[in-house]
């Protein structure tokens, strides 16, 4: 049960952070408005990439966005590329880091 609760909140907390009202009270009482919010915070990563302005391809997981565009998982304390410097993204498997330094950084390349 702890586990259900705490989903919820982080569910409620990450909806809340991008502008999307949410009442957790609301979503017990109305199974209808569980799977509404649901359905929202599974679509976040296309939300919050397309209002920056980017697309990815319908193959793109929306795990790896959840990541890097929800979680924020490249943005780590004590690291920011400074103007000239180089980052490498040796994995490359969707180019969804890169983008994301290089909308982060953007006088970067």
Do not use: C
């Not at 502008?19 to 679509?43: A, M, Q, T």
């Not at 997981?61 to 410097?85: H, N, S, T, W």
């Not at 498997?93 to 290089?102: C, K, M, V």
């Amino acid at each position: 049960m702890f586990k259900n609760v705490s989903w919820k909140l982080k569910e409620h907390s990450e909806l809340k952070k991008y502008g999307i009202d949410h009442n957790i009270l609301l979503d017990v009482v109305s199974r209808e408005r569980r799977k509404i919010y649901f359905d929202y915070w599974k679509n976040l990563p296309k939300l919050v990439t397309s209002s920056l302005g980017l697309k990815f391809t319908d193959g793109t997981p929306v795990d790896a966005l959840y990541e890097v565009f929800i979680e924020g998982i490249y943005d780590v304390d004590g690291f920011r590329p400074k103007m000239g410097d180089v980052v490498v993204d040796v994995g490359a498997n969707y180019g969804d880091s890169s983008i994301w330094w290089a909308k982060k950084n953007s006088e970067q390349r």
